[in-house]
């Protein structure tokens, strides 16, 4: 039985890891966390890869649209130097991290109970994503522990659409085109509830309790990201979140006593 709230690695224990990398997602159970978290994009051939940008100058160091290239090619870039430059890492601890494949993720998984909240990334609201995320859950028979969500809540429909019985969550962010206070912030409740998803994936500055309550009374799950400071462990537990998605869930779980 796991207890409550569950702490989920944000693209694995990226705090102390590559984000987005085998590495992490080892590093985040390791440490005890009841899942991960991770963003995956069609490359050229139509196959789900696992990242967040749409390019690769950032985790890559090189330039590149994820579109544009082979699923053999992405899998071939390194996108753990960065991180070992950026942190100081001992010497190269992660070079040579590559950027992994929905299926290596799911291989991993395979030997594991860890939950994975699934986060599809398209720019296009490009259905193939969908079709093939649902794919590959029915391939690794991982339909109980993948939860799928996006903010692209069409993705979300197509999901639901495919295969009812996947859960799904819809993901919700402040715009930054304007103020926090002007954003009809119960609205998101219906927005989540009218694609048919079972969680709303909130950012954690717009968990109020007032919208957890709502959504609770609605039927859905509430996950608020991203959430490194264990004071939200107890007002989890207070206003019932089910989950809280950090980047480093060791530092959480120490905290959930």
């Known amino acids: 039985m796991h207890s409550l709230p569950l702490i989920i690695g944000h693209r694995g224990a990226s705090a102390v890891a590559p984000e987005n990398t085998l590495a992490a997602f080892e590093q985040a159970m390791a440490d005890g966390a ?8 069609l490359a050229r051939d139509g196959v789900p890869v696992v990242i967040h940008d749409a390019t690769l100058e950032r985790t890559g160091l090189i330039g590149g649209r994820v579109a544009d290239l082979s699923s053999t090619e992405l899998q071939q870039t390194d996108v753990g130097s960065w991180f070992s430059r950026r942190s100081r890492a001992s010497g190269s601890e992660f070079r040579g991290e590559n950027l992994p494949s929905l299926t290596q993720v799911f291989d991993l998984f395979s030997r594991n109970t860890g939950l994975l909240y699934l986060e599809m990334k398209s720019e296009t609201s490009d259905v ?13 028979s991982l339909r109980a522990r993948v939860i799928v969500e996006s903010f ?24 930054v085109s304007r103020p926090l206070s002007l ?3 119960m609205k998101l409740v219906s927005l989540a509830s009218d694609c048919r998803a ?23 799950r509430v996950v608020v990201w991203t959430v490194d400071n ?10 019932g979140i089910a989950a809280l998605i950090t980047n480093n869930p060791a530092a959480m779980i120490r905290a959930r006593v």
């Open 152 to 175: 692209d809540l069409s993705l979300i429909r197509e999901v639901k659409r495919i295969d009812s019985e996947i859960r799904t969550a819809a993901l919700f962010e402040p715009k």
């Open 230 to 239: 264990p004071n939200w462990i107890e007002r989890a537990r207070f206003l």
């Open 183 to 185: 954003i009809p912030s």
């Open 34 to 41: 009841d899942g991960i978290e991770f963003d995956v994009r």
């Open 128 to 140: 193939r994503l969908a079709s093939e995320v649902v794919r590959a859950i029915h391939e690794y």
């Open 198 to 220: 079972d969680e709303i994936a909130l950012h954690y500055s717009l968990a109020s309790r007032h919208v957890i309550e709502k959504a609770k009374h609605s039927g859905l």
